[in-house]
């Protein structure tokens, strides 16, 4: 489930646009709303929020403005993100609503069934520990299979079609061995990038009401403007607009020349309530461990390399679904043959 959910997330964002494409795309005006004014449409509907995040400052002209929606209701077992989509032009709703419910599309509750299983907090410990279970099995599979691997990778094993045994025990070795390298970086980040789920403070936050919505008392085009200054070659993916008094004013993006990889590690912060400058980050900046992490969530979902990674990723996201398939065919032939001795 996690394999085919994964490969098909990998197009996420132009599936989306495709599935719904006549209720997102908006007709081009000259000039689009200010972002204080979109923020004000969204805060008004939503008036506990956790959050939002602007999704796609890059977007083109005839696509709607996508905002996450990061909400909570009380309740442990859902993962409460939404989505409101607005006519930059026209302040027109054009969708609106929670993930898990399909409110918003089939792609977002894909998304959030992916890491969560939509069981709140506790599915996304458990995907961790199907990830790092999984991750297990593939280390496992490599001491088994260790004087196999570099017959595999130069062509000098054969796929074995004499019966129905030797199709699943050669389909299981090469499947494996080509994918091994794929499989650990993809299990591994994804453990990773669940790990929030074993924090107690995670399961208690999820349970206690959010507060309403406090404002930000300065202007959000100008903290952008500011935060475009502070680093002259970024490209915007990701701009956090905080409803909390705790939260600040967030910017991330890729510069100009740099490989999407690294994006995670630029960023620029303000203080929503007084606009003060907050910090400012460049992947450069970062200490090694931090730059490790900051590819994580690139490294798992393959948005770094152009079309024919992704392509890849697709192809190896099923691979973990083919080897559970295989290991437990051979694991039967094997109880059933012991059994019968």
Same mark, same amino acid.
Not at 18 to 32: A, R
Not at 297 to 314: C, D, Q, S, T, V
């Given at each position: ?14 599936? *989306? ?20 004014? %979109?923020?004000?449409?969204?805060? +008004?509907? #939503?008036? =506990? ?8 400052? !890059? ?26 989509? %607005? ?12 993930? *898990?419910? @399909? ?47 570099? /017959? ?27 994918? @091994? ?22 399961? /208690? +936050? ?14 959000? *085009? ?7 200054? /502070? ?8 701009? #956090? ?11 991330? $993006?890729?510069?100009?020349?740099? =490989?999407? @990889?690294?994006? $995670? ?9 007084? $606009?003060?400058?907050?910090?400012? !980050? ?12 900051? !590819?994580? #969530?690139? %490294?798992?979902?393959? =948005? ?30 094997? +109880?059933? /043959?012991?059994?019968?001795?």
């Amino acid at each position: 489930m996690l394999g085919l959910s994964g490969s098909l997330l990998i197009f996420k964002e132009e599936l *989306d646009h495709s599935f719904y494409h006549d209720l997102l795309t908006v007709k081009p005006q000259e000039i689009p709303l200010s972002l204080d004014s %979109l923020y004000k449409i969204t805060v +008004k509907h #939503y008036p =506990n929020l956790d959050g939002m995040a602007w999704n796609n400052p !890059t977007a083109p002209k005839d696509h709607s403005y996508e905002f996450r929606l990061y909400l909570n209701d009380s309740r442990l077992i859902s993962y409460d993100l939404g989505l409101i989509n %607005l006519n930059q032009y026209t302040g027109e709703i054009l969708r609106q609503g929670r993930g *898990d419910d @399909l409110e918003v599309g089939w792609m977002e509750w894909l998304y959030q069934f992916h890491f969560s299983f939509h069981l709140g907090v506790p599915g996304a410990a458990l995907v961790a520990i199907f990830g790092i279970a999984m991750l297990i099995s593939v280390f496992t599979g490599l001491v088994i299979y260790r004087k196999f691997i570099w /017959k595999v990778v130069t062509f000098n094993v054969r796929f074995n079609r004499k019966n129905r045994r030797t199709i699943t025990s050669s389909l299981h070795r090469i499947t494996g061995v080509w994918a @091994l390298v794929f499989n650990v970086v993809i299990l591994f980040t994804g453990f990773w990038l669940n790990l929030f789920a074993f924090e107690k403070g995670a399961w /208690k +936050k999820e349970m206690i009401p959010t507060p309403p919505n406090t404002l930000v008392k300065v202007s959000l *085009d100008s903290l952008y403007a500011q935060a475009l200054q /502070k680093i002259p070659d970024l490209t915007p993916t990701y701009v #956090y607009l905080p409803t909390q008094p705790e939260r600040t004013f967030n910017i991330r $993006g890729i510069r100009k020349g740099q =490989n999407p @990889l690294f994006e $995670g590690g630029n960023s620029v912060q303000f203080d929503g309530q007084t $606009g003060q400058f907050v910090s400012q !980050t460049t992947f450069e900046d970062l200490s090694f461990w931090q730059q490790v992490q900051a !590819t994580f #969530y690139p %490294l798992h979902i393959g =948005n770094f390399g152009g079309i024919a990674l992704k392509i890849l990723y697709i192809i190896i996201g099923l691979t973990p679904g083919l080897l559970s398939v295989t290991g437990f065919l051979l694991w039967r032939r094997r +109880k059933t /043959k012991v059994s019968s001795i």
